[in-house]
């Protein structure tokens, strides 16, 4: 970095104790150095310098009360990065490691993921520090009731429209969505993932996994390739994992693992979707359970060690920074040729430098996952023509999407002269849209 340098610089020391949001950053900014170069008038408005720092972030106390009449508190994050394009759009994250940095790291890479899929939304996440597991269901609903007896005033279906992340969905979206209509007495559009019944959008829940496999076919079809009779390990085992692997089977694909925050599961005959999604979705188990269905299939302790089996096409779709320089180098070295990132930011740098050098197809996450976002989009479409399309349709839309996002991010890479660097593309893809709304609309944020 030259002319972004500073701007880094800045960021690092703006924001002390942030190291994923760091991380983040510095790899937009390494690939938008050309552009920065090209276009002088950005550098001059301040395009970077305040594309980095979000518009608006808040922080708020959640207190419940758990089934033992005990009184907790946890905190609440929603933080609005960019509305440059539309109103702010993103997911909300319940999980014990959420911090405030975790969130602006998410944030941000919203951003140029929702630039990416051609529709108008602004980039924003929230979430809290909040821990699901183990929680009964009524403990659950005083969260999110709780929850959104702050996050109310700060949303609205033309101001930010939250969806589901680790450890939301449906269930936690009805119950938040509930809360929300009878604080403002308004049935209106302004969260995404809903149930089916009031305003959700088939296909919804299946399109972060199906999104990813639709970009990786693109991307394998660009090298002659394609999913057919391939190999293909796919980590985590929560709703992207899920639908990756039911999407990865009727592309001809066989899938022979999945894991959780506690171990891995490999079934040398392919993966049996119908029994994960009872431990999963029904039983809202652990995936260790699935030996118990299936004794042929082997369960082994610790999550990274997923990365060992060999395999043609790995899919991490768990969390941030899952897969390392060395798990990469041992996928290498089995022959893994193709990685598409379902969950967001799981390859650490040194993992996508040895993905890039050796000439692994690589997807990465903003375009590559974009497709659940991109649903989420379609769905406020159907939520203001107060229509509902059919599976069909939305799934046919969410496939032209994710062809256009691959056919987007790679004329960027070869644009710039990096054909076969889809992190480069995404990332220059993802901001030009954005840096030309926020020039147009002059120093406003
Ligand atoms: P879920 O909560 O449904 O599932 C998360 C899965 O990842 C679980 O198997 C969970 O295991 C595992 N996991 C979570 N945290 C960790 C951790 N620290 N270490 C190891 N495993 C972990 O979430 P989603 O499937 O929705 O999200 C998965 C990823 O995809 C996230 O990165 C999310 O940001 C991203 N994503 C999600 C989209 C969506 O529409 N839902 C859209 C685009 C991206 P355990 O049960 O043990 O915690
Ligand atoms: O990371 C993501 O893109 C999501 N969690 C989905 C966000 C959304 O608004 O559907």
Redesign the pocket.
């Known amino acids: 970095m030259k002319i972004l340098a500073g701007v880094y610089e800045q960021v690092v020391k703006r924001n002390p104790g942030e190291p994923e949001f760091h991380q983040a950053v510095k790899e937009v900014l390494e690939s938008l150095e050309p552009v920065a170069e090209k276009h002088p008038e950005y550098v001059k408005a301040g395009i970077f310098d305040r594309i980095v720092e979000p518009e608006r972030q808040i922080i708020f106390r959640v207190p419940w009360v758990d089934d033992n009449g005990v009184v907790r508190v946890n905190r609440g994050f929603r933080v609005q990065f960019n509305s440059a394009i539309g109103p702010y759009k993103g997911?909300i994250?319940f999980?014990p490691?959420v911090n405030l940095g975790i969130i602006k790291f998410?944030g941000f890479e919203q951003i140029f993921k929702n630039s990416l899929t051609t529709l108008p939304m602004g980039g924003a996440k929230g979430g809290s520090d909040f821990d699901p597991?183990g929680k009964s269901d009524m403990e659950i609903m005083r969260f999110c009731q709780s929850f959104m007896l702050e996050l109310y005033r700060h949303i609205g279906p033309d101001t930010d429209v939250p969806?589901?992340?680790?450890?939301?969905?449906a269930r936690e979206i009805g119950y938040m969505y509930g809360m929300y209509k009878k604080i403002r007495n308004e049935f209106t559009g302004v969260l995404t993932?809903k149930g089916i019944e009031y305003g959700g959008s088939l296909t919804r829940p299946e399109?972060?996994g199906y999104g990813l496999l639709y970009f990786m076919d693109e991307a394998l079809k660009a090298k002659g390739k394609s999913f057919e009779g391939k190999t293909v390990v796919i980590?985590?085992?929560?709703?992207?994992?899920?639908y990756a692997t039911e999407k990865a089977h009727q592309l001809g694909a066989k899938v022979v693992a999945l894991?959780?925050?506690?171990g891995y599961i490999y079934d040398k005959d392919g993966i049996n979707l119908d029994t994960v999604k009872l431990i999963?979705l029904v039983q809202r188990g652990?995936?260790s359970e699935y030996v118990k269905y299936h004794p042929t299939a082997v369960y082994k302790e610790g999550?990274r060690g997923i990365w060992t089996i060999p395999c043609d096409i790995a899919l991490p779709?768990?969390?941030?920074n899952?897969l390392d320089g060395n798990d990469a180098a041992t996928l290498v070295k089995n022959g893994c040729f193709a990685v598409g990132e379902?969950?967001?930011?799981?390859s650490t740098p040194e993992a996508i430098e040895i993905f890039l050098n050796n000439k692994v197809i690589f997807g990465p996450?903003k375009a590559a996952?974009?497709?659940?976002?991109a649903t989420?989009g379609l769905e406020m479409t159907q939520n203001s023509m107060r229509l509902s399309w059919t599976f069909e349709e939305v799934d046919s839309r969410l496939k032209s999407i994710m062809q256009s996002i691959y056919a987007n991010v790679s004329s960027a890479a070869a644009e710039y002269g990096a054909p076969d660097n889809l992190v480069m593309g995404a990332n220059i893809a993802g901001f030009k849209k954005v840096a030309a709304a926020m020039y147009a609309q002059g120093i406003a944020y």
């Open positions: 997911g994250r999980h490691s998410l597991k969806a589901g992340d680790i450890g939301v969905g993932g399109a972060t980590s985590g085992s929560g709703n992207v994992a899920i894991s959780d925050s506690n999963k652990r995936i999550c779709c768990a969390t941030q899952e379902g969950a967001n930011m799981p996450a996952n974009a497709g659940g976002v989420s």
